[in-house]
């Protein structure tokens, strides 16, 4: 599978976000990752819908919305009306995902879910034909610059096994060594905040990153 890069702005400068997402999209982005954090599923906060909104003419590329956010099913409506484009929610913050992945799609966005470290892949294979993506925390969420948990590899294959050709991203400790891991495990989609954001050339990061897949990416 062709191996895709979404960077994570939490490792950007919060005062220039929208140059930032255009110096990562020139750089060869192929979607913004957004970490939506309230303060109660994760301890920090971010940016909600208004920010996302005003970005919106700044992103030329998907907008990848993971929401660490308890009840996701109060502000999803909100996030869309900004212009999510793919969204995914953690499991361990929704009591009813399946009905959440239906909403989202009904109104024509990308809908994923979320597992923490500490969750098993089993809560989700029910959920496994309907989804456009499964995000794979390899860190515990809420801040940026935390070392990849090595025991998470596991867990990547298993839901590749589950997931056919669904897109199944990465999030957390990814750089040039940790991106042949999963990838080799079978995640299609990187995110990187703090490996992107704090090298010297974005374009050699994102390269780096897509050719851990090997040749062909
Ligand atoms: C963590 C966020 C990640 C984070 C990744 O809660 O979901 O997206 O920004 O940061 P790095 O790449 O620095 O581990
Ligand atoms: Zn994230």
Redesign the pocket.
């Known amino acids: 599978m062709k191996i895709q890069v979404s960077p ?4 950007s400068d919060f005062g220039r976000l929208g140059e930032q997402i255009r110096e990562v999209i020139d750089a060869g982005a192929d979607m913004i ?1 957004f ?1 939506i ?1 309230d303060g109660h599923f ?1 301890p ?1 906060i971010t940016m909600g819908p208004p920010v996302l909104a005003s970005l919106r003419r700044h992103c030329t590329v998907p907008m990848d919305v ?1 929401l ?1 956010i308890t009840e996701p099913e109060q502000y999803v409506d909100d996030f869309i009306q900004a212009g999510a484009d793919i969204i995914t929610f953690h499991t361990e913050a929704c009591r009813h995902p399946h009905r959440l992945l239906t909403r989202i799609q009904e109104q024509g966005v990308k809908a994923g879910v979320v597992l923490n470290p500490g969750t098993s892949e089993d809560e989700i294979e029910y959920l496994a034909n309907m989804v456009d993506m499964v995000l794979i ?10 070392s ?1 948990i090595t025991d998470m590899v596991r867990k990547i294959e298993n839901v590749r096994a589950m997931i056919g050709d669904r897109d199944l991203e990465v ?5 040039d060594t940790t991106a042949k891991q999963v990838i080799e495990a079978g995640a299609n989609v990187l ?6 954001f704090r090298h010297p050339s974005y374009l050699e990061a994102i390269e780096t990153l897509k050719a851990a897949g090997g040749e062909g990416n």
Do not use: R
């Open positions: 994570s702005l939490l490792a990752h970490d954090m994760v920090n993971h660490m925390m390899s860190v515990n969420p809420g801040f940026g610059g935390q990849f999030d957390g400790g990814i750089d995110v990187a905040g703090s490996y992107i």
